[in-house]
């Protein structure tokens, strides 16, 4: 290893902030560090959230204004998030939302390659998240994603 190398600051320029929308628990404290790293070093945040596949029944898929609703409440909870990102100081800061799927594979395929992070931060999922696995996702997103990734309890 070269000296040169461990001298040079690891800077990251773009933030991407994983919430879980029926798990605010598991959001709080990845969402202060996301914060905290974006309005500090006056870098851009992304903050996105996903409807679970998990989160849509039988009964539901077989009713567009209920799919609608869940797809409203995902992307107002975004919106709130941006909103408190704002009123900490942080000035470039945007919400995303994505339609139905498999949270990982819609943030690993659809949000990563639009937005081009340099570090992903996700929430370490509760014992109330509808995956059943305390920080299942943000390992799931750790193990694939080609940046660095920080999961926050």
Same mark, same amino acid.
């Given at each position: ?36 790293m ?14 679970? !596949?998990?989160? #849509?029944?039988? /009964? &539901? ?9 869940? +797809? *409203? ?18 000035e ?16 690993? !395929?659809?949000? #990563?390659?639009? /937005? &081009? ?9 509760? +014992? *109330? ?9 943000g ?15």
């Amino acid at each position: 290893m070269k000296n040169e190398e461990l001298s040079n600051p690891l800077v990251f320029r773009r933030i991407l902030l994983t919430i879980d929308a029926d798990d605010p628990n598991s959001s709080v404290n990845a969402f202060r560090y996301a914060v905290t790293m974006a309005h500090d070093y006056g870098v851009d945040l992304h903050i996105v959230s996903v409807l679970e !596949d998990d989160d #849509i029944n039988i /009964f &539901d898929a077989m009713t567009p204004g209920k799919i609608n609703k869940k +797809e *409203d409440d995902v992307r107002q909870t975004v919106e709130d998030y941006v909103e408190e990102a704002k009123k900490t100081g942080v000035e470039n800061v945007r919400g995303i939302s994505v339609g139905a799927g498999d949270v990982d594979d819609l943030i690993l !395929d659809q949000v #990563i390659p639009k /937005f &081009d992070p340099d570090l992903i931060v996700c929430g370490s999922d509760t +014992e *109330d998240a509808s995956h059943r696995v305390p920080g299942a996702v943000g390992l799931r997103i750790a193990r694939r994603a080609h940046v660095s990734v920080i999961v926050v309890r």
